[in-house]
């Protein structure tokens, strides 16, 4: 819709069109006869756009474990690759996500990106009907996944735009929240999709598990049939006609983007940004991965730094003309010392909730899917089947859903109180939550019957869980007090893209740790990390003589 009006003469009815000239959220007279239609109609299309992304990002977490119930030809190292590839691909996306509002304009954004979905859902599809096909076709499927990650980063710097500062944390608590349902969504659709052939003859035939698997309802016995490619296939449904609702129903703000250019011009830009952050997650890829798909010559903690830093690398020097003077504007959030210290408290919120989403189905697999027990020389071996092992696709989906329904909550609680009051309450908790948690994972996995301790470790998690959507609301309100209109939405991308990159470390850190035999020192790790941000907080919000006092 285009609105030329000025301050206090505002039409009640603003004249057709995808674009607005004239956005004034702050003025409250705008506000309610005009604007406030308009950014809630946007904000409920975004949310379900958000959800399809998450969930392609999140999907396959949930779809190693079923290749691993099949008897795909894969170890479990390998699974776990193909959960974090997909993980940190999200997060290179975020990246140039975060700049795309601006460059290309809200609406042309959020159409195609999710437009874009398409492509890795139908790829995944294929590829998991040929289970004797070599492992770097799912690698390039789980790399092609990470465009559902980037999306959360333009999504939420668009929402941030239309709304005035006194419901930033609620509008986008809402975004962030519901569109985190994707990561639950998926992990309950998939399961349920794969009982049935979905789609007939055109989906392929189905395959037989070898070991038992589950969905939401309980346990599905070894010998049935199973439909895995639907778990690529079954979000063509809602991808479709999410994309036509994105490009009927939403707008760009020419007050945020005023140089989109034609609809063809704005979405060559973002598919021009989105390939160049493919290249360097595919170098670091190669570097970081272990022979034959790579090198295996970086440690992940070189590897994520320099994956970053190239990406800013490529983005600054392959961009030019009007994108180059865009993309230079959005850099000057850097020289802000809030943009570090928010990057950190995001980590730990949403960085948590992402890993820990990717990471706990195969987790919950291994360790209590697995009798523990001594050989004749006393050594530890986790190779017996546990008749009464829970199922991971019965249990995943109750934490991610917890985290993402709280997080509205949390954006609310922090409009009222102070963003971070409630940020340095959930990093207590989560300090002590996720050393309980460890404790709990090397008592199960020194045992030959895990499975008691099973509900000490999901309630555990569950209280992780919470705390992190909480604070993903707390953090968010933070930001959009803190940084002005112009700067809030790079902001709130950019460190939504390095707290993505929770999703590549947590399963390989946990991963490694299991394949070490202590895994509770993994979640040890993330306690510590969780109390140093706790004293972050508290310097730069909370004490008595803080930069910003409470935000």
């Known amino acids: 819709m285009t609105n030329n009006s000025r301050a206090g003469t505002p039409p009640a009815t603003p004249a057709a069109g995808p674009d607005i000239a004239d956005w004034r959220p702050e003025d409250e007279q705008f506000w309610e006869s005009t604007g406030k239609k308009i950014a809630y109609r946007n904000l409920w299309i975004s949310v379900p ?17 079923q290749m691993l119930n099949l008897g795909f030809p894969f170890s479990k190292d390998e699974l776990f690759t193909l959960t974090a590839i997909a993980g940190i691909a999200g997060a290179t996306m975020r990246i140039p996500a975060s700049f795309l509002i601006r460059l290309a304009g809200g609406r042309n954004t959020i159409f195609l990106t999710t437009a874009m979905l398409l492509a890795p859902a139908i790829g995944t599809g ?131 983007s005023p140089n989109t250019g034609n609809p063809i011009v704005a979405f ?165 939550a996720s050393g309980a948690v460890g404790y709990v994972m090397m ?10 301790y099973f509900p000490a470790f999901i309630g555990l998690f569950i209280v992780l869980f919470t705390a992190t959507g909480i604070g993903n609301g707390s953090t968010f309100r933070t930001i959009g007090v803190i940084f002005d209109r112009t700067q809030a939405g790079p902001v709130l991308g950019w460190t939504s893209a390095v707290a993505a990159y929770g999703a590549f470390i947590a399963p390989v850190v946990i991963g490694q740790q299991i394949k070490a035999g202590t895994p509770e020192i993994a979640m040890y790790g993330f306690a510590a990390f969780y109390a140093i941000c706790l004293l972050l907080n508290w310097w730069f919000y909370l004490r008595a003589d803080a930069y910003v006092k409470n935000p």
Request: glycine share 10%; net charge positive.
């Open 268 to 432: 060559s830009k973002i598919t021009y940004l989105y390939t160049l952050a493919f290249v360097p997650a595919m170098f670091m890829l190669w570097l970081y991965l272990p022979a034959p798909t790579g090198l295996g010559v970086l440690s992940m903690w070189v590897a994520i730094p320099l994956d970053i830093a190239l990406a800013l690398l490529v983005m600054k020097v392959a961009a030019f003309g009007e994108m180059k003077e865009g993309v230079n504007k959005q850099f000057a959030i850097f020289r802000n010392k809030h943009t570090w210290s928010m990057t950190a408290l995001y980590i730990v919120t949403f960085g948590s909730f992402i890993g820990f989403s990717m990471a706990l189905p195969l987790a919950i697999t291994v360790i209590f899917g697995t009798s523990h027990v001594p050989d004749a020389a006393g050594v530890m071996q986790h190779t017996l089947k546990n008749p009464n092992a829970p199922s991971a696709l019965t249990y995943a989906w109750i934490g991610p859903f917890v985290g993402a329904a709280v997080r509205p909550i949390g954006g609310w609680i922090s409009d009222k109180v102070g963003g971070s009051i409630v940020t340095q309450v959930i990093s207590a908790v989560m300090v002590i």
């Open 443 to 452: 008592q199960a996995y020194g045992s030959a019957t895990p499975e008691q």
């Open 49 to 65: 756009a958000l959800l399809c992304g998450f969930a392609v990002w999140g999907m396959w977490g949930i779809i190693t474990v």
């Open 126 to 256: 294929v590829a998991l009907q040929h289970p004797e096909w070599p492992l770097w076709v799912f690698q390039l499927m789980a790399l092609w996944s990470g465009v559902g990650g980037g999306n959360f980063a333009s999504s939420m710097s668009n929402i941030s735009t239309f709304f005035p500062k006194r419901l930033q944390g609620t509008a986008l608590g809402l975004n962030a929240g519901l569109g985190n349902f994707g990561v639950t969504t998926m992990q309950i659709v998939i399961p349920l999709v794969m009982t049935v052939g979905l789609f007939g003859a055109f989906a392929g035939e189905p395959m037989t598990l070898v070991k038992d698997s589950g969905w939401i309802f309980g346990k599905i016995a070894a010998g049935t049939p199973t439909w895995i490619q639907n778990a690529g296939f079954a979000w063509v449904l809602s991808l479709v006609p999410l994309a036509i609702l994105c490009w009927f129903g939403m707008n760009n703000l020419k007050t945020v």
